[in-house]
């Protein structure tokens, strides 16, 4: 941002999505946000949820804030079908969240891209690459609250490029990991449409680093195994041994686990894996908004409710959540450049 804006009180008078770049590097600077908009996109619906924004859909004084941002992004109407090209689908694996973490390809694809599909965990500054006419579509999946189904993006997917156009398919960490990047994959392949992978930095060892926490060390342990926890021990969808799990020594690493943790943790124990067992959860890694909790096993769920922790959050069974540096620790940062 070129204001220095950091503890100051920003107004956006803009609630579309392409916004939320521009609301997301605020927030990176450590503004106060307040999106003032009677409709907002899910991306900006969902960071007001997690209380990293103000929502409001009355008129405000604007006079009460020290900023006010009435046009964050010029106005886009929808992409122009390329006739006589073919479209292509570039799937982007854009990391925790800090832009700094995209790819450089990542990053390429973004700005010759003419159509954007992200995810609600994507990296929202990232849009800033992208070219004004291009066209935004936020697909967030809001958890019990707005979605759109993954039935309607490959829809969404095979639309565009079908009209001659390329889109990029924005997602957060790696879109092979958990994001059902495969699946739109293969119903592009089905509908004849090409497509490209571009790998991403993974938020199940990228998290733990960003708290300082190794997933392996040389010495205490030899492995990882990454799990989802999107469904508890004992769900009928749920095909982890979870016996086996707390057997293998290795660290264990869960994602979209907050909601479940608790079940998680009785199951591990209920296996007989130590309660001493170092743990720690990593919320919002890599952003302005990260926090960490360190624990053990018996009392990793009270102490992340008492922290107020939310999704999306890493957690990290294993003794590598007992390291730390020492004295002379080394704090990881990311600062992602952006164009004047």
Known sequence: MELNVTGRSV???????????????????????TVAAPTV????????????????????????????????APPTTDAPARTGRAG?????????????????????AIEQADVIIADRLASWEALAWARPEAEVV?????PYGRSTSQEAINGLLVEHA???????RLKGGDSYVFGRGFEEVAACADAGVAT???????????????????????????GFTVVSGHVPPGHPDSSIDYPALARSGTTIVVLMGVRTLPAIVEALIAADLDEGTPCAVVA?????????VRSTLAHIVADTAAAGIGAPAVAVIGHVAALEPGPARTVVTVAAPFPA
């Open 284 to 292: 919002d890694a890599s952003l302005a908004s990260q926090q960490v």
């Open 196 to 222: 490209t992978v571009v790998p991403g930095v993974t938020s199940s060892v990228a998290g733990p680093e960003l708290a300082g926490i190794p997933v392996t060390h040389r010495g205490l342990v030899q």
């Open 138 to 142: 936020d697909v967030a999946k809001i």
């Open 88 to 108: 292509h689908v570039t799937l982007v694996g854009a990391g925790p969240g800090d832009p700094g973490l995209v790819t450089v390809a990542g990053r390429a």
């Open 11 to 33: 107004l956006v008078l803009d609630g579309g999505p392409r916004a939320i770049a521009t609301v997301a590097a605020l927030l990176r600077e450590g503004a106060a946000v």
């Open 41 to 72: 996109c899910a991306a900006l619906e969902d960071l007001a949820l997690r209380r990293r924004l103000t929502w409001v859909t009355a008129p405000v004084d604007e006079g009460c804030f020290d900023v006010v941002l009435r046009a964050v």
């Open 162 to 168: 079908r009209a001659g156009r390329h889109v990029v």
